[in-house]
C-alpha cells in the first residue's frame, strides 16, 4: 500500500501532540483508513493481533460516544474518531489463523515431514500459546502463575500466566497499534488526541460490542486548531529515565 507521507518518522513524532481542539475541517475517509491500516503492521505479542479498530465517521454515533466521553473538547470537536478494542477473547481464532498461515507457507505434509523448526513454530501455537491463554473464571490463570514461579526457582521461565497478565498483554498490544495510527495520522498532517476518560461499558454498548471486549483507548481525529495544544510540550529531563549499561 502506498501512502504518500509529508514528514519523516522522526518529524511525525515531533509533530504529534494530544490535540484538544480540533478544526470544523473534514478528513478524507480514506486516508485514515490507510493509517488504521498501518497501525495493524505493529508488534503483537506472539502475532497474536488481539486487536480491533472502528473508524467512527457517522455524526450520530460520533455525538453518542462525545457524551459518554464526559464531553471533553477532543471529543466534541473531533471530525472522526477512532476506537481501539482489545480483544482478548479472540485468542483461539487468532491461533487458528497462525497455524494456517504457518501451514500454507511450509506446504502441505504430514507432520513427520515438518522441519525441526517448523514443528517448534506449529507447537508453539498449538501447545503453548493454549497454555498461557486457557483459563476458567481465573482459577487456572492463578495456578498456572503458582507453577510457574516455584519453576522460576531454578531457571528463567515465562512468569505472566494469570488472566489478569494475559489481559495485560493484550492492552500493550493494542497500545502499539494506537501509536502507529497516530504517527502515521501525524505524518499527513492529521492530528489526534488518545482518550482514556470514558464510560467504556456504555462504549460498548454504543459500538455492539460482546462484554469480553475492551476498549484500549478512544482517539479523537482532526486538524488542530492552535488553541488545541495546550502549551509547550513537558517532559522530564531525559537523564532521569535513560539508563546505560
Known amino acids: ?3 504518500i507521507k509529508e514528514k519523516s518518522v522522526s518529524e511525525a513524532i515531533q509533530y504529534r501532540r494530544s490535540v484538544r481542539v480540533f478544526k470544523a475541517e473534514a ?3 480514506e486516508k485514515v483508513k ?3 491500516r498501518l497501525a495493524t503492521l505493529a508488534p503483537t505479542s506472539s502475532n497474536m493481533q488481539l486487536w480491533e479498530f472502528y473508524q467512527i465517521t457517522s455524526v450520530d454515533v460520533l455525538e453518542k460516544l462525545t457524551q459518554v466521553s464526559f464531553n471533553q473538547n477532543a471529543a466534541k470537536t473531533a471530525k472522526q474518531m477512532v476506537v481501539v478494542v482489545a480483544r482478548k477473547d479472540l485468542w483461539r481464532k487468532r491461533v487458528q489463523s497462525n497455524v494456517a498461515f504457518l501451514k500454507s507457507q511450509y506446504g502441505d505434509k504430514s507432520a513427520a515431514d515438518y522441519s525441526k523448526r517448523e514443528k517448534f513454530a506449529l507447537n508453539y501455537y498449538q501447545k503453548i500459546v493454549p497454555t498461557l491463554y486457557f483459563d476458567f473464571i481465573g482459577i487456572l490463570g492463578a495456578l498456572k502463575f ?3 514461579q516455584v519453576i522460576g526457582i531454578f531457571k528463567p521461565i515465562y512468569r505472566q500466566a494469570r488472566r489478569s497478565d494475559m489481559r495485560i498483554v493484550a492492552q500493550k498490544s493494542a497500545a502499539l497499534a ?3 495510527f497516530m504517527i ?3 505524518a499527513i498532517n492529521y492530528d489526534t488526541c488518545p482518550m482514556e476518560g470514558f464510560d467504556s461499558l456504555r462504549v460498548k454498548k454504543i459500538l455492539n460490542l460482546p462484554a469480553a ?3 484500549n483507548m478512544i482517539i479523537g481525529c482532526g486538524i488542530r486548531e492552535e488553541s488545541g495544544v495546550y502549551g509547550e510540550r513537558f517532559r522530564v529531563p531525559f537523564e532521569e ?3 546505560k549499561l
Open 241 to 243: 529515565v535513560y539508563f
Open 213 to 215: 471486549a475492551e476498549i
Open 178 to 180: 494506537a501509536q502507529n
Open 34 to 36: 490507510k493509517c488504521i
Open 27 to 29: 478528513l478524507d475517509d
Open 146 to 148: 503458582l507453577i510457574f
Open 184 to 186: 502515521s495520522m501525524a
Open 1 to 3: 500500500m502506498d501512502l
